[in-house]
C-alpha cells in the first residue's frame, strides 16, 4: 500500500525557516518524480516544487523560488522541502504527490498524496 506522510510543519515567525519531509513506502521511490504543493485556507491548491526521480532536475513556483528547496533521499525513500525567508503568504497546509514532477490540477485530481503538514507563518 502506498503511504506518504508529512512532516515538520510548524508556527514560524516571518523570515523563519522550516524542514518538511515526507517519508514514502509501497512503491519504489527512486522510480517516480516527487513534488510537493499546498493549499491555503479558502483556495485551491498550488503546485510549489518538483524534482525528477534520480534528483537531475528541481522545478520551483515563482512564489517560492529562492526561497524554498526541494531534495530527496533515495535511499532513505524521503522528500524534502526546506523553507527559508518565510512569508505570511506561505501559510498553507503542504502535500507530497508521487508520480509528478508538476502536476496539472487535473492530473492532482488522482494523484496520491499525504495528510499533508500544516505551516503558519504568523508574528
Known amino acids: 500500500e502506498v503511504q506518504l506522510v508529512e512532516s515538520g510543519g510548524g508556527l514560524v515567525q516571518p523570515g523563519g525557516s522550516l524542514r518538511l519531509s515526507c517519508a514514502a513506502s509501497?512503491?519504489?521511490?527512486?522510480?517516480?518524480?516527487m513534488s510537493w504543493v499546498r493549499q491555503a485556507p479558502g483556495k485551491g491548491l498550488e503546485w510549489v516544487s518538483g524534482?525528477?526521480?534520480?534528483?537531475?532536475?528541481?522545478l520551483y513556483a515563482d512564489s517560492v523560488k529562492g526561497r524554498f528547496t526541494i531534495s530527496r533521499d533515495n535511499h532513505k525513500n524521503t522528500l524534502y522541502l526546506q523553507l527559508n525567508s518565510l512569508k505570511t503568504e506561505d501559510t498553507a497546509m503542504y502535500y507530497c504527490?508521487?508520480?509528478?514532477?508538476?502536476?496539472?490540477?487535473?492530473?492532482?485530481?488522482?494523484?496520491?498524496r499525504g495528510q499533508g503538514t500544516q505551516v503558519t507563518v504568523s508574528s
Open positions: 504527490v508521487k508520480g509528478y514532477s508538476r502536476p496539472t490540477m487535473e492530473d492532482l485530481d488522482t494523484a496520491r
Open positions: 509501497g512503491f519504489i521511490f527512486s522510480n517516480y518524480a
Open positions: 524534482i525528477f526521480n534520480d534528483a537531475s532536475n528541481t
